[in-house]
T-cell receptor, first 112, second 112 residues
Framework: DVKVTQSSRYLVKRTGEKVFLECVQD?????MFWYRQDPGLGLRLIYF???????EKGDIPEGYSVSREKKERFSLILESASTNQTSMYLC???????????FGPGTRLTVT | QKEVEQNSGPLSVPEGAIASLNCTYS??????FFWYRQYSGKSPELIMF????GDKEDGRFTAQLNKASQYVSLLIRDSQPSDSATYLC????????????FGKGTTLSVSS
């Protein structure tokens, strides 16, 4: 069974803080993704990575950065959190870029 | 801009009826098609995938693909209240640099 885990289910941070969201997958998948999901806006791709140390911008990369030092781990970084980054953050992984993605449980981030 | 369109709903059906969810996509080069179910507050889970024109059945679920018309649909037979969720359509193209494109989802409500 593929498992994608995320470091926190709920997180509350203050404006200006640096925030790290961690994602780990255990199926040796090449591709990993970070999305945010907001009511009425659907899933929006922030960044994805198709190999260690490789990354590509998605649709809304502004205000975010990522790190992939090991194949199984993909981190999303909010350099200076702002209230408009309050959202549900979802990590996913897939064997190939356009094969089905397995999602982690999500992190609901609130920035106050 | 590649797009995947779904009616947001809500689509309301009585228990035992057939629920029909539709999705259209803009990229003619799309080759992989997925349906995810997402319960409120949870992450998306894959329920069906289809790659070839025609129908694919799995239990109460049938995915239908028509590449000429660029639409994919999901039929849920004998709908149950537990099917009440948001259903996301996702489309993949083998074009380099792309990841899956997700629709915003259709909310299904099954009343008992």
């Amino acid at each position: 069974d593929v498992k994608v885990t995320q470091s926190s289910r709920y997180l509350v941070k203050r404006t200006g803080e640096k925030v790290f969201l961690e994602c780990v997958q255990d199926m040796d998948h090449e591709n990993m993704f970070w999305y945010r999901q907001d009511p009425g806006l659907g899933l929006r791709l922030i960044y994805f990575s198709y190999d260690v140390k490789m990354k590509e911008k998605g649709d809304i990369p502004e205000g975010y950065s990522v790190s992939r030092e090991k194949k199984e781990r993909f981190s999303l970084i909010l350099e200076s959190a702002s209230t408009n980054q309050t959202s549900m953050y979802l990590c996913a992984s897939s064997l190939m870029r356009t094969s089905f993605q397995y999602f982690g449980p999500g992190t609901r981030l609130t920035v106050t | 801009q590649k797009e995947v369109e779904q009616n947001s709903g809500p689509l309301s059906v009585p228990e035992g009826a057939i629920a029909s969810l539709n999705c259209t996509y803009s990229d003619r080069g799309s080759q992989s098609f997925f349906w995810y179910r997402q319960y409120s507050g949870k992450s998306p889970e894959l329920i069906m995938f289809i790659y070839s024109n025609g129908d694919k059945e799995d239990g109460r679920f049938t995915a239908q693909l028509n590449k000429a018309s660029q639409y994919v649909s999901l039929l849920i037979r004998d709908s149950q209240p537990s099917d009440s969720a948001t259903y996301l359509c996702a489309v993949g193209s083998d074009q380099a640099g792309t990841a899956l494109i997700f629709g915003k989802g259709t909310t299904l409500s099954v009343s008992s």
